[in-house]
């Protein structure tokens, strides 16, 4: 089968995050069944009753409570929405050397690849064991790769994780948090403040201080990263009911994504700090933390050797990212990873996502080779 003809057949299931992906899983887990791979599925079921499925495939060993495996392909099953009214949406259409269709690029183009690498493979005369990792619920919260982080899974000693890079080697990526803040005041008429205390008077003082911890956060550099530095947003700000009264709540939001030397709840623990010293001048300060999300990031050392290969094998310099992958749980798994696959990021989740032949093509002998390097 042709590498193209893999992506129509993957880009003609549709794995948008909001329905089971148990259709691709399927289709996956015959592939891999008639190449010689013995399957597991680890699943759960999400918070609208869906079955969500992670798929880890295995050649050359057996699969146990904790399988240990030398090399690991992870691409994750789910995409992103599309707009109804994109005909090519689950229409592989290719124009100008260019291959159209909702998650060609992010990242079914990278599985596709690994597909036919792995086809290509002497898969019996492999020294070392490979897997194939397919994940759910990436683009809602790399809730796939968490779950078999969670499981303890497996033990890749290296792991190519795709997503869409242009083919550049990515060795460490900042890591994503999340928490919403609700503070709390008490309502009262407009034009007699003593009565009431206003929730988004409070809410400002909590932001100007996160302000000036973005600021501090500056001084712990990571050179290799743009910004150099864990990054603070808030948002959303959402309070208050009416022009004359006085706010009794406010909610915002809060992301950092800290850098992989820093402890990934470093901002929580400064944000509790902050609200302890609002307290001491106002002893009614009322304010709740409810964190959301607290993902680390990841570091792969330049003289790692699964770095070195993809280096060498791309002709790039391994860079980083300052998003959230699901490299960051195979490192958790005890794995050194890297991210690469064919695309460019900011073409991903665009009506109009594409991915290049000519990188298609490319990382798919890139994996070869590197399946060939760590296993062979
Ligand atoms: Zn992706």
Known sequence: MSLKQILADLVAINSVSSVSNAPIINYLDERCTSLGFTTRRYSYVDENGLDKINLVAVVGTELSEVTEVELALVGHTDTVPFDPHWEEALTLTERDGRLYARGS?????????????????????????????????????????????DLNALRPRYSIVGEPTS?????????????????????????????????????????????????????????????????????????????????????????????????????????????????????????????????????????SRVVSLLEHLTEKRAGTVAFGTEAAHMTVLGSEAIVIGPGDIREAHRTGEFVPVDELERCSEIILQAVSELCG
């Open 105 to 149: 690029c992010d990242t079914k183009g990278f599985i596709a690849a690994a597909l036919l690498a792995v086809e290509r493979a002497d898969l019996k005369n492999l020294k070392g064991s490979l897997a194939l990792v397919f994940t759910s619920d990436e683009e809602i919260g790399l809730r796939g790769a968490k779950f078999l982080a």
């Open 167 to 303: 083919l550049q080697p990515i060795r460490a990526g900042k890591g994503y948090s999340l928490a919403e803040v609700v503070v709390r005041g008490r309502e009262a008429h407009s034009a007699y403040p003593s009565l009431g205390a206003s929730a988004v008077f409070r809410a400002a003082r909590l932001i100007n201080r996160l302000e000036q911890l973005a600021e501090q956060l500056k001084a712990d550099q990571h050179p290799d990263f743009d910004p150099s530095y864990t990054t603070i947003n808030v948002g959303l700000v959402r309070g208050g009911t009416a022009k004359n009264v006085i706010a009794g709540e406010c909610r915002f939001t809060v992301e950092w994504r800290p850098i992989p030397s820093q402890p990934s709840d470093l901002v929580f623990n400064l944000m509790n700090d902050a609200i302890a010293e609002e307290r001491k001048t106002d002893a009614h300060f009322d304010a709740e933390l409810r964190l959301e999300r607290l993902d680390s990031g990841f570091e792969t050392g330049t003289d």
